[in-house]
């Protein structure tokens, strides 16, 4: 098991991060602040691309993505991951007070297929 497939399966493990699959993940969490913790991506190319043209806000971000070999990458996750990024993040702390009322909606969402 090399470091980056023991790395990304302690973080399953943990509930202080989220394994994020899937450019579209990556790009959302990245958007809305994600600590992100490792990025890496079988194919810097193929990544570039895809912020270029659907995420030029966060390509600077994507263009970190440390490269992985296309077998590592598909051994990170239990099923194949649909576009090349995977990235490791902090979970944010939940904070009580969000749920005291107010005007407005909160939606909470559990891990999200």
């Known amino acids: 098991m ?5 790395a990304v399966a302690a973080a399953r493990r943990d509930p202080g991060f989220a394994v994020l699959e899937g450019f579209h993940a990556v790009k959302h969490a990245v958007r809305f602040g994600a600590d992100l913790v490792r990025l890496v991506t079988p194919d810097p190319a193929a990544l570039a691309a895809l912020a270029a043209g659907l995420a030029p806000d ?3 971000v994507l263009e970190t993505a440390e490269e992985t070999g296309a077998e590592e990458f598909a051994a990170l996750s239990a099923h194949p991951v649909p576009t090349p990024a995977l990235a490791v993040a902090r979970r944010p702390a939940f904070d009580p007070g969000v749920l005291d009322g107010g005007p407005g ?3 909470l969402l559990d ?3």
């Not at 090399?2 to 023991?6: F, K, V």
């Open 2 to 6: 090399t470091s980056l497939t023991a």
């Open 58 to 60: 966060v390509a600077a």
């Open 105 to 107: 909606r909160l939606v």
């Open 111 to 113: 891990r999200p297929n």
